[in-house]
């Protein structure tokens, strides 16, 4: 039997073994997910943008922005997966057996795992409490930019079109970018409506500041006031304007306002700390409930990660000797499901219905009670080690085929 030191490099080479099962599925779900989920916006982004000056590197600075969002999105449910498709690898291959044989508890055995979640709780907290805010406002106000200076990129042809106070209506985009046929413009501002008709017109910005200009070409401005009225006879109305023109400039939208709001208007635009400091004065149309109930979720999600190991372990092994592929797909549903338990907790906590500890703490207290139960269970059903002792156990002699068996070195 191994005593003292001896055990401890063979109990090294075992967590050594689990974790380096566990990144490899982690980091390929991790990937995928990400492609998946930033595929699916830049599809939105080519939709929107298509047509605007540089569009590509728009896309990836908008992209870019929007990365701390889908990280903490992807994040928990790829290590869940690393965890359950390496457990459910060692059950297969029989290690598992080994391991047990061996006298390594399951809950020994998720040490390694656990180690490995409470480090992406770490990434996770710094990605709820402080990436994802300030991405959310960088990609919002990246939105509003590009909707700013490039609203051809918006500009479909017989779609109306609004921009600030301007309505804006095509026939036909040209072929060179920015250009157009068949143009109708109606303003209305402060009281005053200008409806503008154009053969053709182009689109571009000011090399000053940046301000979306508009050329129209051979058209007629019409431009009335509020109290102006058409009459008859041959007196014209002074409210009543009618103007000819071979070229027109104007400026769309608002010059006044070419800077982007600044950040918290949102409380998801807030990190963590500022949350916590400004739960009781929140800022103009954000509710104190909504400060407190965002706080709350964000600590809540950050906890769960620690405890997707103990629920990914039990479910990956599922039934011995039979098809154990149903527990990944259960133990996926779950945390969708308890995600959004949490999101529903959390509306109830902004209207006031609940309180946090009820909306929020309370399927958090739910998820750690099964969780351990789960680990509990499966731990029952293995042939030895069972139990809660995270620590190491005395080591039978087959302990020395086991290490072979992982690491390729002898007891």
Do not use: C
């Not at 498709?85 to 399951?106: K, T």
């Not at 990660?305 to 990956?316: E, F, K, N, R, T």
């Not at 509306?347 to 309370?362: A, R, Y």
Request: without cysteine; glycine residues 10%.
């Amino acid at each position: 039997m191994f005593r003292g030191r001896d055990l401890e490099r063979p109990m090294r080479t075992f967590d050594l073994y689990i974790l380096r099962e566990t990144t490899r599925p982690l980091a390929l779900a991790l990937i995928i997910a990400m492609l998946v989920l930033l595929i699916e916006r830049l599809l939105r982004l080519l939709d929107m943008l298509l047509g605007a000056q540089g569009p590509l590197k728009l896309i990836l600075e908008i992209l870019a922005y929007l990365i701390p969002h889908y990280v903490s999105l992807a994040l928990p449910m790829s290590l869940l997966i690393g965890v359950m498709i390496a457990f459910n690898r060692l059950s297969r291959d029989g290690e598992l057996d080994a391991l047990q044989g061996a006298g390594l508890s399951l809950a020994r055995l998720s040490r390694a795992p656990l180690l490995m979640a409470v480090s992406v709780a770490v990434i996770a907290g710094i990605t709820f409490g402080y990436l994802k805010p300030y991405g959310r406002y960088a990609y919002q106000a990246m939105v509003y930019t590009v909707g700013n200076a490039a609203l051809q990129a918006f500009v479909q042809p017989g779609v109306f079109t609004q921009f600030g106070d301007t309505t804006f209506l095509v026939g036909a985009i040209g072929r060179e970018a920015g250009s157009f046929a068949e143009v109708f413009v109606y303003q209305d501002d402060n009281g005053r409506s200008t409806a503008i008709t154009a053969r053709d017109g182009t689109l571009t910005r000011s090399e000053d500041d940046g301000v979306p200009v508009l050329r129209l070409f051979d058209g007629v401005r019409l431009s009335e006031s509020a109290a102006g009225a058409p009459r008859r006879g041959r007196a014209a109305d002074p409210s009543i304007g009618v103007l000819r023109f071979d070229e027109l400039r104007m400026v769309l939208g608002d010059t006044e306002a070419q800077v982007f709001r600044p950040r918290g208007a949102d409380e998801r635009e807030f990190t963590i700390v500022e949350l916590w400091q400004r739960r009781y004065a929140p800022p103009p149309g954000v509710r104190s409930s909504d400060m407190i109930a965002e706080f709350n979720v964000r600590l809540a999600s950050t906890l769960s990660v620690p405890l997707l190991p103990l629920l990914g372990i039990p479910l990956a092994l599922g039934r011995r000797r039979s098809d154990q592929s149903w527990g990944i797909a259960a133990g996926l549903l779950i945390l969708i499901l308890y995600n959004q338990v949490l999101d529903l907790g959390k509306n109830m906590t902004e209207s006031g219905d609940v309180g946090p500890l009820v909306g929020i703490w309370l399927p958090f207290t739910a998820f750690v009670v099964l969780t351990f139960w789960l680990l509990q269970r499966a731990s029952t059903r293995l042939p030895q080690g069972a139990g809660f002792d995270f620590g190491a156990l005395p080591l039978v002699r087959s302990l020395n085929s086991a290490v072979g068996r992982l690491a390729g070195r002898g007891g």
